[in-house]
């Protein structure tokens, strides 16, 4: 204890007698209270009392001794040795004590030396110094079990005075040396009753724990909080995997076990009593802002029936301060009361009075999405005017799950309200953006809203793409554009006037990825075959992969194989006479058959056009289609890709070849004639 009142009283009156009694009592009653001790002898040394203070050290001293107390004497001689001691007896006089307290192991001599206690007796700072270096040491011990981040638990086998390093092993790396200098920094040591130590030594005994007391014994091996991750990594090999979950809900529910944060980092402790751990749920809750202090009822309300009446006092307290401002907040309130232990009763602020109010207020100010469905279906249920309702709130709402309930409910009771919603956000999507991109991901699965108005939706999504409105949006959006998104849907319900307008809205979309970009264009251009541009090369069609394929060929000619080459050609010149220089010739030759190789591959790449099958039509034969033949009781199916792709034998054929030209474009049950037979097509689908 620190110097009490009763003390300083003595001290200013001079009554050292008295003082002298004090310091008896105390000394029989809690010799190891060195605060106390150290503090009256300085307080006696600074009035000029020395000898005093020397005397009554020595009692001290005396009976820490007796004790055997040698941990304590320690201490003392560190804080106040120059009050009980002679400078030069200091140091003679704390080895002795080292020798007491730690002589019996194996390692004290040697690690005595190696922190060089027994130089420069004279120079008591730097003596702490080593008496510090050599305890740090000392905890690390043979036979001292450590904790290592990366590499678990393990133990310490040799320490290597002369190497100045420790031995350790762990259980997948054995005889790891750790130096002294770097031994504090890695190594944790562990006290017997530590969860580690305990997983090696005796696990049988922790597997038998209850899922609660496991837990505590983890918990109170650390000097701080930990998260449900950690404290699973702490028991692994403990609680298997496919019982994590049933061990955590039952180990975390008891009454000492006190939660802090949210979400991730949530970190867990064991509190010392019930008492305390109520205490510190109280004090967050009190911390918390008005949604945290629902999460803390939902969480923590079920542990203490009093607590949670408390808790759910100041929720009302909240709720109604905060129903004219913020019904949405004092809606969330009710029902947060309601699932955790009965709804308030005698209120003007229930859900019923809050919708029949102010609902688009209510709406707005609900945070959690499912309450704010149910919002929605508690206003249709109860109000004759919620098709406006349903409308304002669709322009509000920013979760597109909560706009599919909307539209549902309109689309069910109100049909004439969605359509004439659909067409406002055709005509004005950036008035509503979220609504807007409910509306273009709906239209990649609603047959109907992709027939409704495609090209328009196909422009607008384009257009959105680089809107500022649609920021927050812009990735789902750009999602849209992938194979099998909404974009490439579209295109099979355009018209052949409608496909220049739609490359031109594709080749003003600044915002596409030049992949997607020339998918859609290659997707347009297979689809309707007026817009295919007959100047220049004509296209040469392949798959992705075909194409990576060749660029990845380029590129190992272009980087690796010409520069290797040219120094070949230097390496051969430098031999001599040219003309009857094989090496340099066959370099030459080499050279040559490289950069017609390449100048091939560009010309074929700058042609390259992916075939993409997303949304490709199935009514008549395309580039990309896999073509299902009957004829003369037989079966064939022939796939029609790029030259780069033909494989014949595996009735894969180039769309350039004969028998792809007198299939392409026709459709299902059509006839063709090859090789002398005569096949119907019977089904035509794409080819992957």
């Known amino acids: 204890m620190a110097i009490s009142r009763t003390t300083q009283n003595h001290l200013a009156k001079g009554d050292f007698s008295a003082l002298e009694g004090e310091w008896l009592a105390n000394l029989e009653q809690e010799p190891l209270d060195l605060d106390y001790f150290v503090g009256v002898a300085r307080a006696l040394s600074g009035n000029s009392e020395d000898a005093r203070a020397r005397n009554l050290l020595e009692l001290l001293d005396e009976q820490l001794r007796e004790k055997g107390a040698w941990a304590a004497r320690l201490k003392l001689l560190q804080r106040a040795g120059h009050l009980l001691l002679p400078p030069d007896k200091i140091h003679p006089t704390l080895v002795a004590t080292l020798g007491k307290l730690h002589g019996n192991r194996a390692t004290y001599k040697g690690l005595f030396e ?50 100045e390093s420790f031995k350790v092993d762990f259980e997948r790396n054995k005889g790891l040396m750790v130096g002294f200098k ?5 190594l944790q040591p562990l006290k017997p009753d530590h969860v580690l130590r305990r997983k090696i030594e005796a696990p049988e005994g922790l597997r038998a724990l209850a899922p609660p007391d496991l837990l505590r014994a983890v918990l109170q091996s650390y000097d701080k909080p930990l998260t449900a991750g950690e404290i699973r990594d702490v028991l692994h090999g403990l609680v298997t995997e496919a019982g ?14 006190v939660s802090s944060g949210g979400g991730a980092r949530q970190t867990y402790r064991w509190a010392d009593t019930d008492a305390d751990a109520l205490d510190s749920v109280w004090k967050a809750f009190q911390k918390a802002d008005p949604r945290g202090k629902m999460d803390r009822l939902r969480k923590e309300g079920p542990r203490d029936r009093a607590l949670r009446d408390r808790m759910a006092d100041e929720l009302v307290r909240v709720a109604e301060a905060a129903a004219d401002n913020d019904p949405g907040l004092a809606f969330e309130i009710w029902f947060a009361l309601e699932r955790t232990g009965g709804a308030p009763e005698d209120v003007d602020w229930t859900p019923d009075d809050l919708l029949a109010h102010q609902p688009l207020r209510v709406f707005t100010g609900i945070d959690d999405r499912l309450l704010r469905e149910r919002a929605y279906v508690m206003t249709r249920e109860r109000r004759d005017d919620w098709p406006n309702l349903f409308r304002e709130a669709i322009a509000r709402e920013p979760d597109p799950r909560a706009i599919e309930v909307l539209a549902d409910g309109l689309a069910q009771g109100a049909p004439k309200e969605l359509e004439r919603l659909l067409d406002n956000l055709l005509a ?18 609603d047959e109907a809203i992709r027939a409704r108005n495609p090209l328009r939706l196909l422009q607008q999504i384009l257009t959105a793409l680089s809107r500022d409105e649609f920021a927050t949006n812009r990735l789902r959006l750009l999602a849209l554009a992938e194979s099998g ?26 915002a596409l990825e030049p992949f997607q970009r020339d998918q859609l264009i290659n997707a347009i251009h297979l689809r309707f075959r007026l817009q295919r541009k007959e100047t220049g090369p004509a296209a040469l069609y392949a798959l992705h992969e075909s ?53 091939a591959l560009n010309g074929e790449l700058n042609r390259a056009r992916p075939i993409d099958t997303a949304g ?15 004829g003369g009781g037989q079966t064939r199916a022939i796939t029609i890709l790029g030259p780069w792709e033909s494989q014949p034998e595996e009735d894969i054929i180039s769309y350039e070849s004969d028998l792809a030209k007198e299939i392409l474009g026709k459709a299902v049950g059509s006839t063709l004639t090859t090789a002398g037979e005569t096949w119907t097509i019977q089904r035509i689908e794409p080819h992957r």
């Open 114 to 163: 190696a922190v060089g206690l027994h130089r420069a007796p004279q120079d008591l700072p730097k003596t702490w110094e080593k008496v510090d270096r050599l305890e740090t040491l000392l905890s690390f011990d043979v036979g001292t079990v450590v904790a290592m981040e990366g590499k678990g638990v393990g133990r310490v086998v040799d320490a290597n005075l002369g190497l």
């Open 182 to 186: 770097a031994a504090p920094k890695l």
């Open 244 to 257: 994590w979950t049933s061990w955590w809900n039952a180990a975390r529910k008891h009454q000492q076990v």
């Open 428 to 445: 004005q999507p950036h008035r509503m953006p979220a609504a807007f991109v409910w509306l273009a991901e709906r239209a990649a699965v």
């Open 485 to 510: 998104g909404t974009v490439p849907r579209l295109l099979a319900h355009l018209t052949e006037d409608q496909a220049q307008q739609a490359e031109e809205a594709v080749q003003r979309a600044a």
């Open 547 to 599: 194409i990576d394929a060749k660029r990845k060929e380029l590129q190992q000619i272009l980087s690796v194989d010409i520069p290797a080459n040219r120094k070949a050609i230097e390496e051969a010149r430098a031999l001599g006479d040219l003309r009857e220089n094989f090496e340099y010739k066959s370099a030459r030759q080499r050279h040559e058959y490289l950069n017609a190789r390449a100048a």
């Open 616 to 630: 490709m039509e199935t009514s008549e034969v395309r580039i990309g289609s896999r073509v299902h033949l009957t």
